[in-house]
């Protein structure tokens, strides 16, 4: 915060400064005078002035943006290309030869992917509804003033803390009837449920250990950010509402929930993205199984291009992937834009 | 002070673009170069991938350290690529297809070798003359494709049956036996808490597991027809020893090998289907000095089951050095190497000749291990083995999760024609 204020002290001093000739330029940052030597001509005045601090700027992110389009710009483009070309790495020396649309029409007429479709929505819906009221549920209490609060607010952030393939590792350890705690608290309550087989073993007893490890895993984060975008909202519009005679319920459906807005929506897209591409917790839980019954789209994908080494199909299957993504965004983008008035 | 802070900023974002510019252009211009084969007397560096950690990977660089001290001319860099072999495969995979020169030799599961010789990625190993009769026939076999040897078998780990022998006094000798055996010594011995472990997770093990019960019911795993009697009553044995017999516990359709041990090496089992390693594990007091380790028990008109498993060596067809990697190869295959490794970190032998005193004299239960090399079945052997390992974990997750007693028959018979169809695709298809 600080910082960003501070940097934009500098730029006015440098912009203030400017036109009263040479002399006040020894302000500006050593950097920029070894990037834009001083020339012997007037300094540029007004217009001049905005377009070569302009292409400073450009210069500066230059490195960046050409790191970032090698990185992402690059491999989509590859993919889309990829999508449309027979590319199977089992049959190395075989041509790329472009296939047109065969490779979306055949992962439309495959029932794995569809199935997969479905299964991902699904887990999508449910999971993020869910980590979202509970993370606002606990975003409330931790706002409250009590004892233990710093340690409460640091210590949930653990499980989002640790890499997913750990913390699936530890759920998968845990849900073992031998090995875990799982079942040895079940059957505290009932001997029948001390031996339950969790997963591989049943397609809904598997998805609810994984909807347990992801949620586990996620909602820290979802509450932490919510709780941010609850601090930031001011004490005395509550006051007012106290005022006005609002009851809690009142006063967190009118007060809370629209001021609560952004947080919102950035953890929607954010969990919402991370849910349609759900893949390492399923890797490692149940490897889709039983039978394919816990795959998802990510995890086709996977298999289909890490296993089968088939960019062609996998490629297609990537790209309407992230066609889902953007879909999901912009309409996450729509709804929570700022009301104009 | 501002100021000075952004400018400060801005020069390290400006400085970190350029080194990931520089390193990016490196790695690029890594690829490429000769192809012009270099003789093995030549002073010359090749490039050794292999996946071993900890001791395993200690072993191999003791076993280099000796070989560059015998061949003065040639100096072997190890590259350590992952310990996940699927991870494994892609990072080999990745220098391949961008035609690499390197890695030179390199390590293999034997469910690789036709996977890259149908991509043309490995040297033949037709010009060397290797005389395969001094190596157990199936992993010869793994390492065989179109009747062409491209991997040279290193070591060989055959999957079989463990049982307690305080708790199972003479071995079982046929199938139904072992589910006698079970039910007797849980009866018998309360603390069991179960009969039989083996790996029913949806992965490569699974398969694995399958194909250590398979030939003793008669079965093979012939991509082309999996849909046989035979294959039919070994996983339906399997499922069975879940459902019907419940000498296994339903837990197994979420265990691996690591999980099966840990039930036999804490003595909650009488049985487990695993791999030699179990042996040199810490176990618990009452385990400790009762390992017996069998092939699993033929059925009628089957043989005595185990399932290869193991690693191979093969050279990169793009090499320059291939002389100097066969050289390599011959060393790390040579029956005193093999046995020094052995001893040193477990890993079994690939040569019957490399089962010496010495090696028993150390850990007797390699005379169990030499046994069960001669009866392990190698997995199928196709260019496209991840997709049938796929179908197949997929079909037996499947059987294993559905307590309907014809489960098995019904996978096997929906499930045959898509094996068979992804077993035999070929480029065009």
């Known amino acids: 915060m600080s910082d960003s204020q501070s940097t934009g002290n500098a730029a006015t001093a440098v912009d203030g400064t400017a036109t009263e000739g040479r002399p006040a330029r020894a302000g500006r940052p050593a950097l920029v005078k070894r990037l834009m030597p001083e020339r012997r001509r007037p300094a540029p005045v007004g217009h001049a002035r905005e377009t070569s601090d302009r292409r400073l700027g450009y210069m500066l992110v230059a490195p960046v943006v050409i790191l970032l389009l090698a990185i992402t710009a690059y491999p989509l483009i590859y993919n889309i290309w990829n999508s449309f070309h027979f590319d199977n790495l089992s049959f190395g020396g075989l041509p790329h030869n472009f296939v047109g649309w065969s490779n979306f029409s055949k992962m439309f007429k495959s029932a794995q992917w569809v199935s997969a479709l479905e299964r991902t929505l699904v887990f999508t819906v449910v999971t993020i509804v869910f980590d979202i009221v509970v993370g606002l549920a606990l975003a409330l209490m931790m706002h409250r003033q009590f004892r233990g609060r710093g340690f409460l607010r640091a210590s949930i952030l653990v499980p989002w803390a640790m890499p997913t393939v750990v913390s699936a590792m530890l759920w998968k350890t845990m849900f073992d009837p031998s090995a875990g705690f799982v079942d040895y608290i079940l059957g505290a309550f009932h001997p029948a449920w001390s031996s339950i087989a969790w997963l591989g073993a049943n397609e809904w007893r598997s998805w609810i250990a994984i909807f347990i490890a992801d949620s586990w895993k996620n909602i820290p984060f979802v509450a932490i950010l919510l709780l941010a975008g609850l601090q930031v909202i001011p004490n005395d519009v509550y006051e007012a509402a106290r005022m006005d005679g609002a009851s809690w319920w009142q006063s967190f459906t009118r007060v809370t929930l629209p001021l609560l807005k952004p947080a919102l929506s950035v953890a929607l897209i954010f969990r919402t993205l991370q849910a349609l591409l759900v893949f390492d917790v399923i890797y490692i839980m149940t490897g889709g199984g039983p039978g394919n019954s816990t795959q998802t789209l990510s995890f086709l994908n996977y298999q289909t291009f890490i296993i089968n080494t088939d960019f062609g199909l996998g490629g297609a299957m990537s790209i309407l992937l992230v066609l889902l993504a953007l879909a999901v965004s912009f309409v996450y983008v729509r709804a929570f834009r700022p009301s104009t008035n | 002070m501002g100021m000075k802070r952004a400018a400060r900023w801005r020069a390290v974002t400006v400085g970190v673009g350029a080194v990931a510019l520089t390193a990016g252009a490196a790695a690029c211009s890594s690829g490429g170069g000769s192809s012009s084969s270099v003789a093995a007397s030549a002073k010359q560096t090749i490039v050794f991938a292999e996946s071993g950690l900890g001791t395993e990977g200690q072993q191999t660089q003791t076993a280099i350290n000796a070989f560059e001290k015998a061949n003065p001319n040639i100096k072997v860099t190890v590259q350590v690529l992952s310990s996940d072999s699927t991870t494994y495969l892609s990072q080999l995979e990745h220098d391949f297809i961008s035609g690499s020169t390197t890695p030179d030799v390199f390590e293999s599961d034997v469910t690789y070798p036709a996977k890259f010789a149908q991509a043309g990625w490995v040297l033949p190993l037709t010009q060397f003359k290797v005389d395969t009769s001094q190596f157990f026939q199936t992993e010869v076999d793994a390492g065989t494709f179109n009747n062409t040897l491209y991997a040279m078998p290193w070591f060989d780990n055959p999957e079989g049956l463990f049982y307690r022998t305080d708790l199972i006094k003479t071995p079982p000798k046929t199938p139904a036996e072992v589910v006698s055996d079970a039910q ?52 339906k044995w399997l499922h069975d020893a879940i459902y019907t017999s419940k000498i296994a ?143 197949l974990q997929t079909l037996f997750s499947s059987v294993y999760a559905n307590g309907s007693p014809n489960a098995a028959s019904a996978a096997f018979s929906s499930g045959a024609a898509q094996i068979k169809t992804d077993a035999a695709a070929t480029p065009g298809s």
């Open chain 2, 184 to 235: 007797a010594a849980m009866k018998a011995d309360p603390s069991l808490k179960e009969g039989i472990a083996f790996e029913a997770d949806k992965y490569e093990g699974a398969i694995t597991s399958f194909l250590t019960v398979d030939s003793a019911f008669g079965g093979k795993l012939d991509p082309s027809n999996v849909n046989t009697p035979g294959n039919v009553a070994a996983l």
């Open chain 2, 249 to 391: 516990p339903q837990a197994v359709t979420g265990w691996q090998e690591g999980q099966v041990q840990a039930q036999f090496s804490s003595g909650f089992t009488p049985f487990a289907i695993n791999y030699p390693f179990v042996e040199a594990q810490p176990s618990a007091p009452a385990v400790k000095g009762h390992i017996g380790y069998i092939p699993f028990p033929a059925g009628p008109g089957g043989t005595p089951g185990s399932a290869l498993g193991g690693e191979m060596l093969a050279i990169n067809a793009k090499t320059a050095h291939a002389a100097a990697a066969y050289k390599l190869i011959q060393y790390l295959t040579s029956p005193s190497v093999e046995t020094a490794r052995a001893i040193a970190v477990g890993d079994p032998p690939s040569l019957p000749s490399a089962y010496t005193s010495a090696l028993y004299a150390k850990a007797p239960y390699f005379k169990d291990v030499k046994t069960l090399n001669q009866y392990s079945q190698p997995r199928p052997v196709t260019p496209n083995y991840l997709q049938v390992s796929t179908d």
